[in-house]
């Protein structure tokens, strides 16, 4: 669906993404993960076909989108980070007039609609105008609308960022569902629990270019520990975190590592609970102690030193 | 690009944005035309004893400054219409950035716009004549008709320059410069109120590089039946090649805003 190589996009003497390799298969559901500046806004927009490739090459559906933009542009889906939804227009105008843009027939594209609205839960929105809505519903019209055309490729920009929890759910799961009846999704996002839940494989970006590339679970296994047992020392020890991520250093095993963060120390090991023990033991006494399974965060932190939400 | 117009794809957006507002604009352009010609062509128009040899072939002041005020009326249509809306669709709404994740181009997108302003100029012009016609005005029917018709090329001589410039500038503020440096002196100084002999040889030679004056002198020939071969080929001409400049730099400068 997607074949990249070598991927540059500069804007000026800025350089937002710096050669990349990337294969989208057919079906499946993609992640660019990467903090904001990553270059994957840049990428996305390369992908739609909306902005030129500065070097190496690029192919969508097999098309090249330097010559045939307008026919790729046909047969994508795309829900740009913001909602660039027509305040003018209410609900199912917003759907409607979009449709006509792709040449969709009136009548089909009225059934088209109604199908849509019923999909993303706004089928008694229909009348409302587009300001009165909440952020939520915002972003699924958004989705509905970069689903009039059937898209073989739907492409969203950060879909859930800015969204409370709940409204984040109800999208994970029209997103799911998409997935389930086949369509490819290739998303961006910066939240590790997204891509986790909804990426059947994904790459890490980091300033322009792939650091890491596989499944979640690979990420996982390939450059993080099973668990992390995280350590919160009071503030009056925050000062000390280097010495006892020395004292505690053999703790973790071989495998592991500890990772030292302001607020927190990380330790990367097979058995988090053995650990928090073992450091118990020396005498340190941690205000708080977490155990958890490692996440995409973790891979993060690993491959570039920093985290991704900061 | 190689492929044919898909303008016609946002005949439905621009009938739906003028569905929610033709409302508010009906009543003005009936009245605006009628507060005009009775104001400037028949009040003011009592005072002016102006020799009928100056007045291109006018019998009196009103049917003088008529086709030019149809004239203006047609360019500041076209000035409210495809200056905020244009930089709004790129900044504020980012209209245009919907319309180009689809098939359609930004060649499609400026076409589609100045087609909608034509329509609505076109529209306003018929009211405007219609408004005009029982003071006598028109020479002939067919006058008026021309006179409307004619009305389309001097909107076309400002759209696409205009969405342009509205397209080119990087902030809002430069609209009150457009607005007080640009439209109004053409507004009046193109010989819609006056001719432009009476701003003296040098003044009034500037004032035939006015769209408008070109517009004004056009209309005014359809409106009197005082048509003269050479002249009206030059009008039709000057305005044609300016709409055909306007659009490629139109064309141009989104581009430079949305494909980046």
Request: net charge neutral.
């Given at each position: 669906?997607?074949?990249?190589?070598?991927?540059?996009?500069?804007?000026?003497?800025?350089?937002?993404?710096?050669g990349?390799?990337?294969?989208?298969?057919?079906?499946?559901?993609?992640?660019?993960?990467?903090?904001?500046?990553?270059?994957?806004?840049s990428?996305?927009?390369?992908?739609?076909?909306v902005?030129?490739?500065?070097?190496?090459?690029?192919?969508?559906?097999?098309?090249?989108?330097?010559?045939?933009?307008?026919?790729?542009?046909?047969?994508?889906?795309?829900?740009?980070?913001?909602?660039?939804?027509?305040?003018?227009?209410?609900?199912?105008?917003?759907?409607?007039?979009?449709?006509?843009?792709?040449?969709?027939?009136?009548?089909?594209?009225?059934?088209?609609?109604?199908?849509?609205?019923?999909?993303?839960?706004?089928?008694?929105?229909?009348h409302?105008?587009?300001?009165?809505?909440?952020?939520?519903?915002?972003?699924?019209?958004?989705?509905a609308r970069?689903?009039?055309?059937?898209?073989?490729?739907?492409?969203?920009?950060?879909?859930?960022?800015?969204?409370?929890?709940?409204?984040?759910?109800v999208?994970?799961?029209?997103?799911?569902?998409?997935?389930?009846?086949?369509?490819?999704?290739?998303l961006?996002?910066?939240?590790?629990?997204?891509?986790?839940?909804?990426?059947?494989?994904?790459?890490?970006?980091?300033?322009?270019?792939?650091?890491?590339?596989?499944?979640?679970?690979?990420?996982?296994?390939?450059?993080?520990?099973?668990?992390?047992?995280?350590?919160?020392?009071?503030?009056?020890?925050?000062?000390?975190?280097?010495?006892?991520?020395?004292?505690v250093?053999?703790?973790?095993?071989d495998?592991?590592?500890?990772?030292?963060?302001?607020?927190?120390?990380?330790?990367?090991?097979?058995?988090?609970?053995?650990?928090?023990?073992?450091?118990?033991?020396?005498?340190?006494?941690?205000?708080?102690?977490?155990?958890?399974?490692?996440?995409?965060?973790?891979?993060?932190?690993?491959?570039?030193?920093?985290?991704?939400?900061? | 690009?190689?492929?044919?117009?898909l303008?016609?794809?946002?005949?439905?957006?621009?009938?739906?944005?003028?569905?929610?507002?033709?409302?508010?604009?009906?009543?003005?352009?009936?009245?605006?035309?009628?507060?005009?010609?009775?104001?400037?062509?028949?009040?003011?128009?009592?005072?002016?004893?102006?020799?009928?040899?100056?007045?291109?072939?006018?019998?009196?002041?009103?049917?003088?400054?008529?086709?030019g005020?149809?004239?203006?009326?047609?360019?500041?249509?076209?000035?409210?219409?495809l200056?905020?809306?244009?930089?709004?669709?790129?900044r504020?709404?980012?209209?245009?950035?919907?319309?180009?994740?689809?098939?359609?181009?930004?060649?499609?997108?400026?076409?589609?716009?100045?087609?909608?302003?034509?329509?609505?100029?076109?529209?306003?012009?018929?009211?405007?004549?219609?408004?005009?016609?029982?003071?006598?005005?028109?020479?002939?029917?067919?006058?008026?008709?021309?006179?409307?018709?004619?009305?389309a090329?001097?909107?076309?001589?400002?759209?696409?320059?205009?969405?342009?410039?509205?397209?080119?500038?990087?902030?809002?503020?430069?609209?009150?410069?457009?607005?007080?440096?640009?439209?109004?002196?053409?507004?009046?100084?193109?010989?819609?109120?006056?001719?432009?002999?009476?701003?003296?040889?040098?003044?009034?030679?500037?004032?035939?590089?006015?769209?408008?004056?070109?517009?004004?002198?056009?209309?005014?020939?359809?409106?009197?039946?005082?048509?003269?071969?050479?002249?009206?080929?030059?009008?039709?001409?000057?305005?044609?090649?300016?709409?055909?400049?306007?659009?490629?730099?139109?064309?141009?400068?989104?581009?430079?805003?949305?494909?980046?």
């Amino acid at each position: 669906m997607i074949s990249a190589r070598g991927l540059h996009k500069s804007f000026g003497d800025f350089e937002a993404v710096r050669g990349i390799d990337v294969e989208v298969r057919r079906g499946e559901a993609f992640g660019f993960l990467g903090p904001n500046g990553a270059g994957k806004s840049s990428t996305m927009r390369m992908v739609a076909a909306v902005s030129p490739v500065s070097a190496g090459e690029l192919r969508i559906l097999g098309l090249d989108p330097a010559t045939h933009g307008p026919d790729i542009r046909a047969r994508i889906g795309v829900c740009p980070q913001d909602d660039t939804l027509d305040l003018e227009l209410n609900v199912l105008d917003n759907l409607y007039i979009y449709g006509r843009y792709f040449g969709i027939g009136r009548k089909e594209l009225r059934e088209r609609c109604d199908q849509l609205l019923d999909f993303v839960q706004l089928g008694e929105k229909r009348h409302a105008k587009v300001d009165d809505l909440s952020g939520g519903m915002k972003r699924r019209l958004t989705i509905a609308r970069s689903l009039v055309n059937r898209p073989e490729l739907l492409l969203l920009d950060e879909p859930t960022t800015g969204l409370d929890p709940q409204a984040r759910h109800v999208l994970w799961d029209r997103l799911f569902r998409l997935k389930q009846q086949g369509v490819t999704i290739v998303l961006t996002t910066h939240y590790m629990d997204e891509a986790e839940q909804l990426c059947d494989r994904l790459v890490v970006m980091d300033a322009g270019r792939i650091v890491a590339e596989g499944s979640p679970a690979q990420l996982i296994r390939d450059h993080s520990t099973r668990e992390v047992a995280e350590l919160r020392f009071g503030p009056e020890q925050h000062d000390d975190h280097e010495q006892i991520a020395v004292r505690v250093a053999d703790v973790v095993g071989d495998a592991g590592r500890v990772e030292v963060l302001p607020d927190r120390l990380l330790l990367y090991t097979a058995d988090g609970e053995a650990a928090v023990q073992a450091v118990m033991e020396r005498g340190l006494h941690p205000v708080a102690t977490l155990v958890r399974r490692s996440s995409l965060e973790d891979v993060f932190l690993r491959l570039t030193g920093r985290s991704l939400v900061d | 690009m190689s492929h044919s117009t898909l303008a016609p794809r946002l005949a439905d957006y621009w009938l739906t944005i003028y569905r929610r507002t033709w409302k508010g604009t009906v009543v003005s352009s009936f009245v605006t035309p009628l507060l005009y010609v009775v104001s400037l062509g028949v009040l003011l128009g009592g005072f002016v004893e102006a020799d009928p040899a100056r007045l291109d072939g006018a019998t009196s002041y009103v049917d003088f400054v008529a086709p030019g005020m149809l004239a203006a009326a047609s360019m500041q249509l076209v000035f409210s219409q495809l200056t905020y809306n244009v930089f709004g669709g790129i900044r504020w709404h980012k209209t245009y950035y919907a319309m180009t994740a689809t098939p359609l181009g930004v060649a499609d997108v400026v076409q589609a716009q100045v087609g909608y302003v034509l329509a609505r100029v076109l529209l306003g012009a018929l009211v405007f004549c219609l408004v005009l016609a029982p003071f006598g005005i028109f020479a002939s029917v067919g006058g008026g008709v021309v006179a409307v018709a004619v009305q389309a090329l001097v909107a076309l001589a400002f759209a696409t320059p205009v969405f342009a410039f509205s397209a080119w500038i990087s902030h809002e503020s430069a609209f009150a410069l457009l607005f007080r440096l640009g439209m109004l002196p053409l507004f009046l100084f193109s010989g819609a109120f006056f001719p432009v002999d009476n701003l003296g040889p040098a003044l009034s030679r500037l004032a035939t590089v006015s769209p408008l004056w070109h517009g004004v002198e056009l209309t005014r020939m359809a409106s009197l039946g005082t048509w003269q071969a050479g002249p009206a080929l030059l009008h039709v001409a000057y305005l044609a090649v300016l709409g055909v400049v306007g659009y490629l730099l139109a064309v141009r400068a989104l581009t430079r805003r949305l494909v980046s």
